[in-house]
């Protein structure tokens, strides 16, 4: 099924126009749950959240990995608040980005669902707009933000140049400590078989 008749749309008023003539060229990857809400894990009971605290992102991924559209791509939501890019330095980052949620939290892993879905969900979107960076909410906001917690960026790296090799992109910079840190385990695993 295309993605885009997979999608679910779950409406909110929390956005505005984009900047005439703005290019959208990023990624920004959050996470959350509603704490407040009997099932803090529901795409309906996160979205009240986010209306509550004012705030909105383009997606909701949920943990079936269930894909939810909260606002249009061509619309701004309100998801990173006070950002500023790694790379050059342009701030605004909700004018030329568009957000995606993951549901999940500090201690939990997403789910398997959840990842091929963010996978399916990134390509669409590579295929309508010349997107170069994929970053998440703790790269655009340090300090402020930590989000998306517990992330595999090594995985979904893997997920999106697998399938669209031409596509050339920067992702956030914790894909090259998480590989640093698998090569790391690696040489150590290795030195261990050779001891015994």
Known sequence: MPVQKAIRHLPTDQ???????TEIDTIIIHSMHNPEAKDRFSAHSCKECLDKHGVSSHYL????????QLVAEDKKAWHAGFSRMPNDGRESVN??????????????????????AL??????????HPVRYIYGHCDIAPGRKTDPWRFDWSRYQRDILHTSPAVSLIFSPTVATEDRHDKKQARKQQSSIEER
């Open 95 to 116: 004018d030329f980005s568009i957000g995606i949620e993951l549901i999940g939290t500090e201690d939990t892993e997403f789910t398997e669902a959840q990842y091929k």
């Open 119 to 128: 996978a399916l969900l990134t390509k669409d979107i590579l295929s309508r």
């Open 15 to 21: 956005y505005e126009k984009r900047p005439q003539g």
């Open 61 to 68: 991924i949920d943990l079936n990995g269930k894909v939810w």
